[in-house]
């Protein structure tokens, strides 16, 4: 593997996946100050492996920073429908930052802006990304020097996206996965698209004509059902398609990303960090770390 590549990890994606795969069976690993770790401890396992797999030159590590970001001043009911967070969840969201910060690695969050807008911004700043997450928007940023992998089985297993392979997989460029979200609609971010276009058509669609400004240029040569549904959304879908868009050019505070996102693991510190919070991470985590 490349050594000069950057790690970016979606850390909520990380925490959200193993905080679940562990509370189903009430295994909440609460520490000494009576504060539940189950995903602060699978965070950072995982992104301890991740480091072992990459051997990456830098990492940085990005958060969404509260519920309310700039798409709620465009849309009032942007990600509104979702329930909230389980009570034991509440508090890892700032003590694994804090964790973070003690063991040394580089991470950011804007409030009023999501984890994936800073990742969209890092990937127009600099080349030979591995960006991880779970979270399938984020292939509208593929390009040929940065890849995504999304979380499949535990640690170790992904799905490795490539700008080639999307090409193939889905036959349309990455970008234009914008167009398709818009067209489909993203129900868990609360936003509708069109209503009775799902993703086969979407695809279908926009591997057509390319994008949606150039389908509503053409509505006359869509089916009637199809033309139908576009008319009676036209609203939600002009939305759809700001919403399901990436901002690149949110404020991230490249110095200090240029300064703390280069790795020099010290296993010996990391260990000392996650005992002073008793967290319960076995040291073969650490000891396979060889940067």
């Not at 003690?102 to 990304?129: H, N, P, R, V």
């Not at 400004?213 to 199809?226: F, G, N, R």
């Amino acid at each position: 593997m490349d050594n000069d590549r950057t790690l970016v990890i979606d850390g909520m994606a990380l925490l959200f996946r193993h905080f679940f795969a562990t509370s189903f069976r009430n295994q909440f690993m609460i520490n000494e100050a009576g504060v539940p770790t189950n995903g602060i401890q699978g965070m950072i396992r995982h992104t301890l492996k991740l480091v072992e797999i990459l051997k990456p030159a830098r990492m940085v590590i990005t958060w969404d920073m509260g519920s309310e970001t700039i798409r709620n001043e465009w849309f009032k009911d942007y990600k509104k429908n979702r329930t909230a967070p389980p009570e034991e969840l509440i508090p890892q969201f700032d003590y694994v930052k804090e964790v973070i910060d003690d063991i040394g690695f580089c991470q950011t969050g804007i409030k009023g802006y999501e984890a994936d807008d800073i990742i969209g911004t890092l990937s127009k700043e600099y080349d030979d990304l591995i960006i991880v997450s779970g979270d399938r928007d984020l292939l509208q940023l593929l390009d040929g020097t940065n890849d995504i992998w999304l979380t499949k089985k535990g640690f170790t297993e992904y799905n490795m996206y490539t700008k080639d392979l999307f090409e193939t997989q889905y036959g349309i460029h990455p970008e234009q996965f914008i167009d398709v979200k818009a067209l489909m609609g993203d129900p868990g971010d609360g936003y509708f698209g069109v209503k009775g276009i799902g993703e086969k058509t979407a695809l279908k669609l926009i591997r057509e004509h390319g994008s949606i400004e150039q389908l509503l240029l053409k509505l006359d040569s869509l089916t009637p059902s199809v033309r139908s549904k576009i008319e009676a959304d036209r609203v939600s879908l002009d939305m759809s398609l700001r919403l399901a868009r990436i901002i690149t050019d949110v404020p991230v505070d490249i110095n200090l990303v240029e300064t703390k996102s280069p790795l020099s693991i010290n296993p010996s510190h990391i260990k000392s960090a996650l005992e002073s919070h008793n967290l319960t991470i076995s040291s073969r985590y650490v000891d396979t770390l060889d940067l």
